[in-house]
């Protein structure tokens, strides 16, 4: 567990300092591919009725879980055989693969300078690498408060989360956490043809997530009073709106990003041309700006940090109770 530890720190620094870089492999493509090619595969198996799409999602997610967790236990397992410090270095990667802080920002903050070069294509452009939903007719507001959405959003899933399965169960349950994370992103939709093979993905990405959600909702509420954001705010909308949402996640640091910022977020968006009525998040205290992008990654960075220091303590007391 020491050296799982001293993984999680490595792969954090790593993370923070180098990102995603394009190009590089990554293990999380590999999971998507690996979705995408059971996802065909199960379809042409089992009926094309609502019951055998959900029993063929339930296999599907039985089969990524299981191989994105073995495969990397596996790995470590052999390393740690030939030298505990070849299995430092491969968990560190794992848990650099793991983590996607730096990513976030960087191509967050990507939108935010296309906006700010009054180019809308190029924003709508830049915010559809890193959002769900349709962006084609999205107007300079709309573009600005969809990254900042997806940005309060993946604090959780993205950083925190990781974070904190990384510290109980190190990089192959880490792996476990990115698979029904990636599931949920690919086939996690109500619309068909998703519906039913996404059914069962979604809900586990929902149970998997509630409680780091809710853990990410507080550390970014510490976060707004380091960067003295109005953390009052942010604990009112937090109460008010974290329900706000269809997932009963997603809205947790939404809600906060949203209160400490003094903005309003969500309300209706396409998702592959079907309009979506959805509650808003916030007040309007005043007009979201293009700033709001650049404070809501300084937001993620602090509360990425918070998260660290509280990984660490969970970790320790691990090591220190065995």
């Excluded at 790593?14 to 979705?35: A, C, E, N, Q, R």
């Amino acid at each position: 567990m020491k050296w799982s530890l001293a993984a999680l720190i490595i792969g954090f620094a790593i993370d923070l300092t180098v990102g995603d870089p394009h190009g590089f492999p990554h293990p999380v493509i590999w999971i998507g591919k690996l979705i995408a090619a059971l996802e065909h595969g199960l379809r042409r198996l089992f009926p094309k009725t609502d019951t055998g799409e959900k029993i063929a999602g339930a296999l599907l997610w039985l089969i990524v879980v299981s191989v994105s967790f073995s495969l990397p236990a596996l790995m470590l397992w052999l390393c740690h055989r030939v030298s505990p410090w070849l299995r430092l270095g491969a968990e560190s990667i794992m848990s650099w693969h793991i983590l996607a802080t730096k990513s976030l920002g960087d191509e967050s903050m990507k939108v935010y300078r296309a906006l700010e070069s009054g180019d809308i294509e190029k924003s709508r452009y830049a915010v559809s690498m890193i959002v769900g939903r349709d962006t084609a007719e999205l107007d300079d507001a709309g573009v600005t408060r969809a990254a900042v959405e997806t940005v309060a959003e993946n604090t959780s899933d993205g950083t925190v989360a990781p974070l904190i399965f990384l510290a109980i169960g190190g990089a192959p349950l880490g792996f476990f956490y990115k698979a029904v994370n990636t599931m949920d992103s690919m086939l996690g939709y109500i619309e068909p043809p998703y519906k039913n093979i996404g059914f069962i993905p979604a809900k586990a990405d929902d149970v998997l997530n509630f409680i780091p959600a809710r853990i990410s909702a507080l550390l970014m509420l510490a976060a707004g009073a380091i960067l003295r954001l109005d953390v009052k705010n942010g604990w009112r909308i937090f109460r008010r709106d974290r329900f706000n949402h269809a997932s009963p996640n997603s809205a947790q640091t939404e809600s906060v990003c949203a209160g400490l910022l003094g903005v309003r977020l969500a309300g209706d968006a396409w998702y592959h041309g079907v309009l979506h009525k959805k509650k808003y998040i916030g007040d309007a205290q005043r007009e979201i700006e293009h700033g709001d992008i650049p404070r809501s990654v300084r937001l993620l960075y602090v509360t990425a940090l918070l998260a660290l220091l509280l990984s660490v303590v969970v970790k320790l007391l691990s090591i220190l109770m065995l």
